[in-house]
């Protein structure tokens, strides 16, 4: 147990639904971060947010939309996806951004 | 661009054996070197390497980093089936904003 929970674990969804991805951090950290990890594949860095204020977009399209209501909490808002964004992902959190990321077991996302 | 290569890609062992699993780096503005275990989902956090030359240990585990060759190295002594997993490594950067850059990760198999 990381102190990272996230909730589906895994979820199946068509190309037009909107669904959400939870994230939890149970550390008190500061940082949290959202990952995609696809098979043969580096974990891709999506976004990150320190403070609950968005500091990194990496070139992400605009069907994944994240939301950070707190520093505890960690959503990833997903509408009209595609197949290509099948995928494994992570979210992490560290006490701060450059610190060691702790992460959650991912959710396993698959749209059809 | 900033790029972590992990080699080699895939490992099958025996019990007891000794592996070492490398990890090269070119980047900018290095921060942080950090080593992570995959087991099934959550990359659980292994070592953090900030200096070159000293060795951080774990157990069996122990890990080095060379900040002029630019690599790390991940030993594992009397290998058990329990460390079958796939073993990320990640560099962290700092320009502004701070980023992890993973690599592909080592799947080492440990056959009992």
């Known amino acids: 147990e990381t102190g990272v929970t996230q909730t589906p674990r895994h979820l199946v969804m068509g190309m037009t639904n909107k669904k959400s991805l939870k994230c939890e951090q149970h550390l008190g950290h500061n940082a949290m971060y959202w990952y995609k990890q696809s098979a043969k594949k580096p974990l891709e860095l999506m976004f990150v947010?320190?403070?609950?204020?968005?500091?990194e977009n990496n070139s992400v399209p605009s069907r994944f939309s994240p939301e950070c209501p707190n520093s505890s909490h960690l959503f990833l808002h997903l509408h009209t996806l595609q197949p290509e964004d099948s995928a494994l992902y992570l979210c992490a959190s560290s006490q701060d951004q450059g610190s060691i990321q702790y992460f959650g077991a991912g959710t396993r996302l698959s749209v059809l | 661009e900033d790029k972590v290569v992990q080699s080699p890609l895939s490992l099958v062992v025996h019990e007891g054996d000794t592996v070492t699993l490398n990890c090269s780096y070119e980047?900018?503005?290095?921060?942080?070197l950090l080593w992570y275990k995959q087991e099934k989902k959550a990359p659980t956090f292994l070592f953090m390497l900030t200096s070159s030359g000293i060795e951080k240990k774990s157990g069996r585990l122990s890990s080095i980093l060379d900040k002029k060759e630019l690599f790390s190295i991940l030993n594992i002594t009397a290998t058990q089936t329990g460390d079958s997993a796939v073993y990320l490594c990640?560099?962290?950067?700092?320009?502004?904003?701070?980023?992890?850059?993973f690599g592909t990760g080592t799947r080492l198999k440990v056959l009992a």
């Open positions: 980047v900018t503005n290095f921060r942080s």
């Open positions: 947010y320190s403070l609950e204020e968005r500091v």
């Open positions: 990640a560099v962290c950067t700092t320009s502004g904003t701070y980023k992890y850059i």
